[in-house]
């Protein structure tokens, strides 16, 4: 299986999977289909916007009508669809019940037999607080039935699932075990418990943990995640494939999903979504429905789809920044989970596309974004040097007895003139009313910019800008209030 990468931001990436049954553009879910419970036909999903599905081995091997015919027909013409499907192991039953009447290598052939598109072979999904130990044991016993699988399954499409519970160096190791080996995509196992909990911060550590060992461009899947409100985080993070049940069991709890959030079918009077679900019921007639659990799994895959062509629209724009930093102030912890994401910074920006859209300022999380980076990187490649000045005022600046002229801006610190019509710092946007604790920031980074320079420096201000840092800039540089300026004229 060919994986080609269209177009970036950040870690993100417009992908194209070639699979036996045609091409997947990826972002995209491969919403579940419980083939003893069809409650969206393979048709119906389609509509919502899939391309791929997953359904589960294990259940069909359990059950011996549905063994029999996969067996006879294919999975494909089980599930009466032409997309292709991929198949999960029993994982996910091995979490929850803590057992499963089949091996790895069993189920590793049945999924052969059934012609799975992307076979799975029978990983242990280790709970997040699980000791190191138990952690290690489980993560090298995955290893070695992904191997296996590989054996078996040759020339077949292989996931090799990466398993370490919360820990980052089990889930480093693990990464980079499989990367050695010619896997089709890398899940990331376990997540579910932490996602249902909404512990997204660990989760970020173990898909980073997890991308530094593999290959940039592995495909990688974030197994049992679907959520909207974590798609944009979780495709940043190089994320290409999601699966989930949740537009189903969401939908059984009467839970209706958005980019935002879980919202009850009871508490809402309006939708806030023009699907054709919801542009044809208001929530009253949707509540008294015969249907209800069937249209509302639709709702919930449509607003899916159309989240994952929103970060899709962000990664052609170079917006998916701004994009999440709209989505983390949904939830406290999701904006938790985004501030230890900005730790990656100075990784992520060694991959990160050097030409995007506009840089909107979005709140002190906007300081540490891959992009600041960036420009710190560029200005130190100029070498400014011999008489500089770094002002915060745009006019009455006599240019001429400068070998560089910088403006103070934020969240980068200074912007030379240079580089006034480029990316990021000279298409950035901030709002003007700043408050005293984000100039205090930006003015510590002139402070450092000045600190690592040679040259000679003048610093001129205008009086909003007087704060205890000019003091410390005083030090290395010539500094000048625009007041003192004007007296001066008069
Ligand atoms: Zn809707």
Same mark, same amino acid.
Request: charged letters at 30%; hydrophobic letters at 40%; a negative charge.
């Given at each position: ?331 406290? !912890?999701? @904006?938790?989970?985004?501030?230890? /994401?900005? =730790?990656? %910074? #100075?990784?992520?920006?060694? $991959? ?88 205090? !920031?930006? @003015?510590?980074?002139?402070?450092? /910019?000045? =600190?690592? %320079? #040679?040259?000679?420096?003048? $610093? ?31």
């Amino acid at each position: 299986m060919e994986f080609e990468v269209l177009q970036k931001d950040l870690l993100g990436r417009i992908g194209r999977l070639k699979t036996k049954r045609g091409i997947v553009e990826t972002p995209t879910l491969l919403p579940v289909i419980n083939p003893n419970q069809i409650i969206l036909t393979p048709e119906e999903i389609k509509k919502c916007g899939a391309e791929m599905l997953i359904t589960n081995a294990y259940i069909i091997y359990k059950s011996r009508d549905l063994r029999k015919k996969a067996r006879e027909k294919g999975v494909h013409e089980l599930l009466e669809t032409d997309m292709p499907v991929m198949t999960d192991s029993g994982s996910y039953q091995l979490s929850e019940y803590g057992d499963v009447e089949v091996s790895s290598e069993e189920i590793v052939r049945f999924q052969v037999e059934i012609k799975s598109d992307i076979i799975v072979p029978l990983d242990i999904p280790t709970p997040p607080d699980a000791e190191f130990q138990q952690a290690e044991m489980e993560m090298m016993i995955s290893v070695e039935r992904a191997l296996e699988a590989l054996k078996i399954a040759k020339g077949k499409d292989v996931a090799g699932v990466i398993q370490g519970s919360i820990y980052e160096e089990l889930r480093e190791r693990c990464a980079s075990l499989l990367s050695q080996y010619p896997f089709s995509i890398y899940p990331i196992g376990a997540a579910v418990p932490l996602l249902e909990e909404y512990r997204f911060s660990e989760i970020v550590r173990i898909i980073m943990a997890s991308k530094r060992a593999l290959r940039f461009d592995a495909p990688v899947h974030l197994f049992g995640a679907g959520h909207p409100m974590f798609l944009s985080l979780a495709v940043a993070m190089g994320c290409d494939l999601f699966d989930s049940a949740a537009y189903a069991l969401y939908a059984r709890d009467n839970r209706y999903l958005t980019e935002y959030g879980t919202v009850y079918l009871e508490d809402l009077k309006y939708f806030p979504c023009s699907c054709p679900i919801c542009s044809s019921y208001t929530p009253d007639e949707l509540r008294k429905d015969e249907e209800k659990f069937k249209l509302l799994s639709m709702h919930n895959l449509y607003v899916t789809f159309e989240e994952l062509r929103r970060v899709k629209q962000a990664i052609v724009e170079g917006s998916l920044s701004e994009l999440i930093e709209q989505r983390v102030r949904a939830h406290p !912890l999701l @904006l938790n989970a985004y501030r230890e /994401f900005l =730790k990656y %910074s #100075e990784f992520i920006e060694k $991959f990160d596309s050097a030409v995007k859209s506009s840089f909107f300022y979005s709140g002190l999380e906007s300081f540490r974004r891959p992009e600041v980076i960036f420009h710190e990187k560029k200005l130190k490649k100029m070498g400014i040097g011999g008489r500089v000045l770094i002002t915060t005022c745009k006019d009455n600046i006599k240019k001429e007895s400068y070998d560089y002229v910088m403006l103070v801006k934020i969240p980068f610190g200074v912007l030379p003139e240079e580089l006034d019509e480029s990316y990021p710092a000279g298409q950035s946007l901030a709002p003007e009313n700043l408050y005293e604790e984000e100039k205090r !920031l930006v @003015l510590r980074k002139v402070l450092k /910019f000045i =600190k690592n %320079s #040679e040259g000679e420096f003048t $610093f001129l201000y205008d009086p909003s800008w007087e704060l205890e840092e000019i003091n410390e800039i005083k030090k290395y540089a010539k500094v000048i209030c625009s007041n003192e300026l004007s007296d001066k004229k008069n």
